[in-house]
């Protein structure tokens, strides 16, 4: 797995390097954990629209993401939680994407919507707890 700042990206803004750093750990842990090891993600800081902290463009075909994070908006404490969300986007991106192209245009939206809706179920699932758990005890959940 390649998980790299974007090139291109502006230095994370002062007293922000250490989220930013956080930010880098939480890829690299749940892209393993989504099995995302053979993708390169690019993590770019930059301002996002709206009232969100990350958002995220995947090109399956060739195995690559960009993750947008705005560290001015990112609370600490939900780090690995709008990380795994922005994950598992990449996750279903292939398949959303076809949906997307083969129908309608008045289903967009409801596309959209679907997948937002089980990618935050996915996200607040129980197991994560566990898994964090587990990993604060010591445990090797890097299998």
């Not at 770019?44 to 009232?51: C, L, M, R, S, Y």
């Not at 990350?54 to 993750?67: I, L, Q, R, S």
Request: hydrophobic share 35%.
């Amino acid at each position: 797995m390649y998980v790299k700042v974007f090139d291109k990206s502006p230095p994370p803004p002062k007293g922000k390097r250490g989220l930013s750093r956080t930010v880098l750990s939480s890829v690299r842990k749940h892209a393993k954990w989504l099995g995302l090891s053979n993708w390169t993600i690019y993590v770019k800081w930059k301002p996002v629209d709206g009232e969100y902290a990350m958002e995220t463009d995947a090109k399956p075909e060739y195995y690559t993401a960009y993750v947008h994070v705005d560290l001015n908006e990112l609370k600490p404490q939900f780090v690995d939680e709008y990380v795994r969300h922005e994950l598992f986007h990449v996750r279903l991106w292939a398949y959303t994407a076809t949906v997307e192209d083969l129908a309608h245009k008045k289903a967009f939206e409801h596309i959209r919507k679907a997948e937002e809706s089980l990618v935050s179920d996915l996200e607040r699932m129980p197991l994560w707890d566990e898994l964090y758990a587990a990993t604060r005890k010591g445990k090797n959940c890097e299998k």
